[in-house]
């Protein structure tokens, strides 16, 4: 843990530690993500409480970064690559949703932009080919939000 904080801090990265432990000692993080989880119900098993704590922060942390980078609109996972059928049909209610188009609509949409969903959306809501939604969105870090709200 203390070499990967220290390689971490070398790179110029914030460092944090999620930890159950609020007296951890030998790193010091940028960031020290404690839980208070109380004792454990089976004496002795610090992995339960411990375990399902450290999982709620680390998944509050990744869905928080993934809406900041833009993989999210609205409550949608926009960034998926539909390599299957269940994902291409969450893909086709996406576009569906988002664009304003019928299912039919939305699975074209999705075959004529390459099986990228955001620039789908885009195809969808803005009327153009997928080449400039592409552009559209490369302008745009991206992100749907500048396109669709800006």
Known sequence: MRAAIAEGRRRGATTM???????????????????????????????????????LALNAL??????RVGKVYDHWMVDLRPTNRK??????????????????????LLRASGGKVKAAVVMAKLGVD??????LLAAAGDKLRPILEG
Do not use: F, Q, W, Y
């Open 87 to 108: 994902l291409r049909l969450r893909a086709g209610r996406i576009i569906s949703d988002l664009g304003g188009v019928s299912a039919k609509r939305a699975d074209a």
């Open 130 to 135: 997928a080449g400039t939604a592409r552009r």
């Open 17 to 55: 530690l999620v930890t159950s432990n609020a007296n951890h000692t030998g790193c010091r993080p940028d960031i020290v993500i404690a839980p208070l989880v109380g004792p454990e119900v089976v004496t002795g098993s610090t992995r339960l409480k411990a375990g399902t704590a450290a999982k």
């Open 62 to 67: 990744t869905t928080g970064a993934m809406i």
